[in-house]
């Protein structure tokens, strides 16, 4: 039989749509249960690349591999649909974004389906749908009825020439991406949400899943626990005295309150930094208490046009502004320092504000450096405390050891190394008065005690991750259920009304004053209460897309219920996920919200799980091929010229052209080397496309594109139709190599595929053709051989199993078991030597006696030719291992 993969696989594609083969009918009791979720995609107008499918096939095989075992799979697919692409182009062509969405929606699911993924499309969800965002909204609800949800005045790129505000991502060296306009920073009305709330318990319930170590760890790094003390620093200002409070304040002194590890090192503190935006730093502004304000305010708004990626991991010049007319006191010593501030504090995290020990910290160091700041050491490695000079308190007097007089810096030596000695942690205390000499784990011990006591700070745990910002200034994302009210009040959109649905625009362009599009919907907007009569205007922010993906494998389970989100009773039995595959991009943001949601929602008694998703795996990146010139300039694929098998190119269109180099990158437009999987489908199929996909190396694992690749498979599977349609089939007993070769197979692949090792699941398939040691195949091993291949391509999988006489989708067929017993050698390959140089190698049965094994030796020709004219001393013969004759 040709294989002809175009007809076949349109065929089985159609059988397997038209007969609903893969609808999961509800949970059956009795069977164990299988939920296995791919991260669902947002539909692009360029549609998937090959990139795209390798995480979708590698499920697709293990669901198709789960039903044979007798497993019920629960295997669904969706589109997480709202997104700024499909609004940018409604802007510039005024196309609403639901037609795009729609047109691209429909893109997706044809090539999906093209690839023969075996989803139940009934249970298919978009998260644009109102009959799907409706539960979105709600679960807003219970968020803010849980007090979850707030209103807070927050730092967005606000950019003027655009009128709107853009995403981090669209922020580029302090300017638009879209225009390369000016962007700055500015405060605004915002949705939060307080994911903070559960940072500790995000962290803890980590070690329960079987997650990859590194996305576990990285999501540990985003949460970002320390544990240390708030210290409280006095202020002074130029005319000597405490800061004071305006009329009617609380009569406390000023004071500035930073979040440190390292309350051991607060000694060597020898200046302070404020972030830019910091409350008291616009406070004194308005004071008047800063002698050089304007040169304050031209830094506040330099670093007001930075992002907080620019201001801390990119930031590697150091910079700030002195504040004059102000110093902060150090509580264990009154020592007073000076106060700058700087872009590398951010607002957001900490309080603002730390005490800067330049000596043990490599940022302090560089800014101390820059502004010529004292630096005085206060830990030194164990043993060589000697380096540090005496500290003052040595010469206190008995009984008073815990109270720490003021120190006088000039029997400080400054600290004169080039570098910050940051390998502290198992150091010991100098120069640090009460603490002197103690170990630093001690000293921070005693240290917070002694704050506590004096009240001057307290131990603190504290958190890297910052609430949730969850609202943008978008029209196509789900509309907030809250209606603000004339009197000032809020509330919800009473859940019977819901869901709250998107009004249609003719103007998508942003208000251009801070406003979102909806602020234009007039008849949208404006509410009058019918009980009171009171007017209000709904909220005009819209949701992020990571409202709809926070939950969407929920809706799975009970996609058509109008009354719940989902049936509990089915919430227990398909809760959590089994498997979760995605790309490793995710790994932070959209994992930690989704577990956020379910956290609150379990909390709710809404669901029966602490955790959604209780394996993951992330597929590695399928790369392309680019071309760069000698500079290293990347020139596209399509500008690639080939002279003798090589590519020329040039840095410039029409410029001079070189031989350049090749290597793999990833795909992207601009390099022009994407792949199209149309293109591969319509040359090989799409069976081979999941191959080879498959067959490129370990699943997790980052591979390069080949198309001579696909090719190879492509013939594998030419050669499988072949052997099954091709041999003559008898209906025999398998002789005892043929058993041994297909349990091998079938025993290969099972396990393999247990352990998504796809790439060796294929190997022994091809191994197998190539090693069937018969010229006629017996039923049992077209079978058998038919059902392993078919996960991995389906489509030529049924229609081998329809040639073998079967009628129905082998789908459901039992997957092939093998006889453990045909795994055992009946022989057993041995080397032979003579005077102990190998000579040949011959087969013997397992159970030959030493005289045997010797008999079958003599009798090789490869071996005869070293023992002719020899005569024979010695023989020694190990059972199953070797022969050596000894010889003169």
């Known amino acids: 039989m040709d294989y002809n993969f175009s007809a076949i696989e349109k065929k089985w594609q159609a059988y397997w749509l038209n007969n609903k083969t893969f609808k999961c009918d509800g949970y059956d009791n009795t069977k164990e249960k299988f939920y296995c979720l791919d991260m669902f995609p947002y539909p692009s107008g360029a549609g998937l690349h090959v990139g795209h499918p390798e995480g979708y096939t590698a499920t697709d095989i293990l669901c198709r591999y789960k039903r044979m075992k007798g497993f019920n799979v629960l295997h669904p697919m969706g589109w997480d649909a709202f997104g700024l692409p499909a609004e940018q182009y409604a802007v510039e062509t005024g196309t609403h974004p639901e037609v795009t969405t729609k047109k691209n929606v429909d893109r997706y699911r044809e090539q999906i389906r093209m690839l023969g993924f075996s989803y139940d499309w009934d249970r298919e969800v978009n998260t644009t749908d109102p009959k799907y965002y409706k539960w979105t909204q709600w679960i807003f609800e219970q968020l803010y009825k849980k007090g979850l949800a707030y209103v807070a005045e927050v730092p967005v790129n606000w950019c003027p020439a655009l009128g709107t505000v853009l995403a981090n991502e669209e922020v580029i060296d302090g300017r638009s991406e879209r225009g390369n306009h000016p962007v700055e920073r500015r405060p605004m009305r915002q949705w939060m949400l307080k994911i903070t709330e559960y940072a500790e318990r995000l962290l803890k319930d980590l070690d329960d899943l079987d997650w990859p170590e590194s996305i576990k760890e990285m999501q540990r790094n985003w949460i970002g626990k320390s544990t240390g003390a708030l210290v409280d620093f006095g202020v002074v200002f130029a005319s000597g005295g405490a800061a004071s409070p305006l009329p009617g304040e609380s009569t406390q002194p000023e004071k500035i309150t930073v979040f ?190 002694w704050l506590e006591e004096q009240g001057c700070g307290r131990a603190k745990t504290q958190y890297k991750l910052r609430d949730w910002l969850f609202s943008r200034q978008r029209y196509w994302g789900e509309p907030f259920p809250v209606i603000h009210w004339e009197d000032g009040t809020q509330s919800l959109v009473d859940e019977k009304d819901l869901p709250l649905t998107l009004p249609v625009l003719q103007d998508y362009k942003p208000t251009g004053t801070g406003e979102p599009p909806l602020a234009k919907a007039a008849e ?50 398909w809760l959590p996920v089994d498997l979760y595959v995605g790309g490793a991009e995710h790994a932070v943001l959209h994992l930690l919200y989704a577990r956020f949601w379910h956290k609150v929602l379990f909390d709710l008694g809404l669901v029966p799980t602490k955790e959604p998703f209780q394996r993951l795996v992330n597929q590695g990146m399928i790369l392309g091929i680019a071309y760069k010139t000698s500079r290293g300039v990347l020139v596209p694929t399509d500008r ?92 025999r007993q398998l002789t005892a190599d043929e058993a041994r070769a297909l349990a091998k197979m079938v025993k290969k692949v099972g396990e393999d595929l247990e352990g998504l090792c796809f790439n060796t699941g294929i190997s022994a398939m091809m191994v197998f053709l190539n090693e069937w040691p018969s010229k006629t195949l017996a039923r049992e091993a077209a079978e058998k051989f038919t059902l392993c291949l078919a996960p991995f391509a389906p489509h030529l999988g049924e229609e081998l199993w329809q040639f073998l006489g079967h009628g129905n989708t082998l789908a459901y067929e039992p997957w092939p078991s093998y006889d453990p017993a045909a795994l055992v050698d009946n022989e057993v390959e041995i080397p032979v030597q003579v005077m102990g140089k190998l000579r040949g190698r011959i087969k013997v049965p397992v159970t030959a006696t030493p005289d045997e094994m010797r008999s079958m030796a003599e009798q090789s020709p490869d071996v005869a030719k070293f023992l002719e004219g020899k005569t024979l001393v010695k023989v020694v013969a190990v059972p199953k291992r070797m022969v050596n004759f000894v010889v003169k």
Not at 539 to 554: D, F, H, V
Not at 650 to 660: A, D, Q, V
Not at 676 to 697: I, Q, T
């Open 260 to 449: 440190t590890t390292r309350c051991d090192t607060l000694f060597g503190a020898t200046y302070m930094v404020l972030s830019p935006e910091h409350t008291l730093v616009a406070k004194w502004l308005e004071e008047g208490k800063l002698a050089n304000a304007d040169e304050v305010k031209a830094y506040q708004k330099k670093a007001a046009g930075k992002s907080d990626l620019e201001r801390t991991e990119l930031n590697k010049e150091k910079s700030g502004v002195k504040l004059n007319g102000v110093m902060g006191v150090n509580p264990v010593n009154g020592e007073q320092i000076p106060i700058f501030i700087s872009d590398y504090v951010l607002a957001s995290y900490g309080t603002g504000a730390i005490m800067a020990v330049p000596a043990h910290d490599e940022r302090d160091f560089d800014f101390a450096k820059v502004f010529n700041l004292p630096i005085y050491q206060v830990v030194a490695k164990k043993g060589n405390e000697d380096v540090a000079p005496p500290s003052d308190s040595e010469q206190r007097t008995p009984g008073n050891e815990d109270v720490a007089p003021p120190s006088d810096s000039e029997q400080r030596q400054p600290y004169t190394a080039d570098v910050a000695y940051t390998d502290i942690a198992d150091g010991v205390m100098v120069n640090s008065g009460f603490i002197t000499g103690l170990s630093v784990k001690d000293a921070q011990v005693k240290m917070i005690a």
């Open 524 to 573: 949208w907007l404006n509410v009058v209460d019918p009980a009171t009569g009171k007017k209000g205007v709904r909220e005009t922010n819209t949701m992020p897309q990571w409202a709809g993906s926070c939950w969407y494998y929920l809706r799975y389970i009970d996609p058509l219920n109008d009354n719940a989100f989902a049936d509990p009773e089915l919430l227990k039995k």
């Open 640 to 731: 690639v010229v080939w002279k003798d098998g090589k590519p020329y190119g040039s840095e410039e269109e029409g410029g001079e052209e070189e031989l350049l180099t090749e290597f793999p990158a990833k795909m992207s437009k601009s390099l022009k080397n994407v792949v199209n999987p149309d293109d591969v489908v319509r040359d090989y199929g799409a069976d081979s496309l999941r191959l080879y996909e498959m067959f490129m190396g370990p699943l997790q694992a980052v591979k390069p594109w080949s198309t001579k690749g696909v090719e190879g498979v492509f013939r594998f599977l030419k050669r499988s139709c072949k052997f099954v349609t091709e041999n003559p089939i008898e209906d």
